[in-house]
């Protein structure tokens, strides 16, 4: 009873916190909204005893990935309801996507049922039962293959993501830091004599100056 | 649950994708550390790599009958060691031919090679693939390597488009995929191709064929059949030629053993529901590609559309959906990436540093700037074409062979009149070639490597025309 009071408690959190992320117009508010709903899918995780994907969804999302965001968000400085502006005369488009999509869903799911019986719940499981642990004993047996074939995809993403950006553009001005440090007095001050200039003796006319127009 | 033990014998036949992890590391630390000599250096010990990868799959990793590892999620047989030593090959040519475009364009870098590699392995696990997951990976590693080898080079504005709309719609396509491979996983509950041949039988409930159609376009958007080839004219055009030329090889082997391992394994026993779906895509890509080719005036976008129309070729082997039919299809790829490396190697020559040779207004009078890459051209065109006795014809009738056994009569009518509108395009080229007066446009380039590469390679395609049976007989044996 209690677990369901909390499921439907943290579904309403979190389906407010979508709607938030796609209705403020502050983009940083929608940021904050997305984490909120990344928090309460993560206490739904805890509900149904996943708390391995629980935690690493904090973890990662919430700690990694939307502090991204957010630097993002606040360096790029975009001004949002310039790019919304007439976003709703698309409005009823949507709606209508929406209304067609939900509708094949239920009518896929409520009329046909696929065959499948989702009305027996998950068996709990017993109290010493560790998820962390049976996640790492199958990934590193089981699916060893495509867990290193994920890992040759990140090294894969850093060499592609690198040689894209990382190019050296003529005429920019980069700070070069040990050519600065290396400097010597000599090659930025040059001292000069020059002759002490009296001051009752006129300054040397130059060709064509005191011509008149 | 047993947790399998990994022993170094028990994963040797997996030899080929374990040395190429490592292959692409040693490349990537040598490339960083050899600092100014790297532009020397890399190239030649990607093929390197590449040729002791052959030798040591020959030596060590071959296997009898299909062995699985990996808890079954990776299959080694006969065909995979086939199509890995063939994708191998064709993707060391393909860098034999490119190296001094790239050198001349300013885009000779280390990474290219390193992507080169990354996705030669994509090629690999999607071969060997024994399950969805492992199948996905592999389809993965290729595509985003591509992605970024057509935007490569940096300066040009057309590739970065190129590389967008192929990174957009390739997204879309894997998610496409993934919510078909999703469907079929939660209705059968098993991700390996061995198991969900075993629980699709019979008539499929809804949710299965939702699922098969999802995976159907997943399938035509990586060969590039119509109607999800708006990605291919585009992105042959825009990139720069030597990413084309990679493009269109080696990838689609990687295609035809997305497919086989698809249809073939895990729906091959409810071949209904989908081979009429990669009919009518199989239709369309036929007469699409080779009616909008004839209106081209640029080679590449040109062999974009007959890629287009090849592909239909391809997928009405597996239309056939018999074992003459897989054989049917697995020739005609092996000939199509052969014919194709031919061709795009000449535009590579023809181009010099400053001078895109990729209108076909370029190759006017070809013969008199340059006897030899005419000669080349006019081989490859004629295969190409389908004209005998270059092995483009076999590679046809092969495919028509299938369908006449299995009764699509239809088929084969479409089929032959379209290879009929393609002969005239192919024709136009060589007819540019010998009969149209120069003008002031440059020689090709002279490097002989790659002359005498490419006079073997079309060579290869007059001489697998002459005597069609080693390969045919091998396309046999592999796929028994």
Known sequence: MLVQVLFYAFSAVLIAAALGVVVTRNPVHSAMCLVLAFFTSAAIWLLIEAEFLAIVLVLVYVGAVMVLFLFVVMMLDINVEEVKRGFTRYAWLGWLIAFLVIAQIVGVVWFRGLGIDATQGAVPLPADYSNTRELGAVLYTQYVYPFELAAVLLLLAIVAAISLTMRRRPGLKAQDVARQVAVRREDRVRLVKMDAVTRDAPAPRQDGEGKAP | MNAPTLTLASVLPALPEIYLVAAICVVLMVDVFAGASARRVTPTLTLLVLAAGAGLTLAFAQVEGPVTLFSGMYIADP????????????????????????????????????????????????????????????????????????????????????????????????????????????????????????????????????????????????????????????????????????????????????????????????????????????????????????????????????????????????????????????????????????????????????????????????????????????????STAGIPPFVGFWAKLQIFQALWATDHLGLVIVAASVSVVGVFYYLRVVKLMYFDAPGDLPKGEARLGVRLTLGINALAALLLGLFPNSLLELCAKVLS
């Not at chain 2, 989908?274 to 699409?288: E, F, G, R, T, Y």
């Not at chain 2, 976008?301 to 697995?330: D, K, W």
């Not at chain 2, 023809?350 to 006897?371: K, N, T, V």
């Open chain 2, 79 to 382: 065909l995979g060691t086939f199509l890995k030593l063939c994708s191998t090959l064709f993707v060391a040519v393909a860098l034999l031919y490119s190296r001094h475009y790239l050198e001349n364009r300013g885009i000779l870098k280390g990474e290219y090679y390193v992507l080169a590699l990354t996705a030669l392995l994509g090629i690999f696990v999607m071969v060997s693939a024994g399950s969805l997951l492992t199948m996905y990976m592999g389809i993965e590693l290729l595509a985003l390597s591509l992605y970024a080898m057509v935007a490569f080079d940096r300066d040009s504005g057309v590739a970065a488009e190129s590389a967008m709309k192929y990174f957009v719609l390739g997204a879309i396509a894997s998610g496409a995929l993934l919510y078909g491979m999703s469907l079929v996983y939660g209705l059968t509950g098993t991700l390996l191709f061995s198991e969900l041949a075993v629980a699709l039988q019979g008539t499929p409930s809804l949710g299965i064929i939702m699922g098969v159609v999802f995976l159907v376009v997943g399938v035509a958007f990586k060969f590039g059949a119509v109607p999800f080839h708006m990605w291919v004219p585009d992105v042959y055009h825009g990139a720069p030629s030597a990413v084309t030329l990679f493009v269109a090889t080696a990838p689609k082997i990687a295609s035809f053993a997305l497919a086989y391992r698809l249809f073939s394994g895990a729906l091959g026993n409810i071949t209904e529901t989908w081979s009429q779906m990669l009919a009518i895509v199989a239709v369309l890509s036929l007469v699409l590609g080779n009616v909008v080719a004839v209106a081209q005036t640029n080679l590449k976008r040109m062999l974009a559309y007959s890629a287009i129309g090849n592909v239909g070729f391809i997928l009405l082997g597996f239309v056939a959906g018999t074992e003459q039919g897989y054989e049917a299809a697995l020739y005609y790829t092996i000939i199509y990436v052969i014919m194709t490396l031919g061709s795009f190697g000449v535009i590579l020559l023809a181009s010099r540093a400053g001078f895109e040779a990729d209108e076909l207004a370029d190759y006017r009078g070809l013969h008199a700037r340059d006897p030899s890459l005419a000669l080349m051209m006019m081989v490859l065109m004629f």
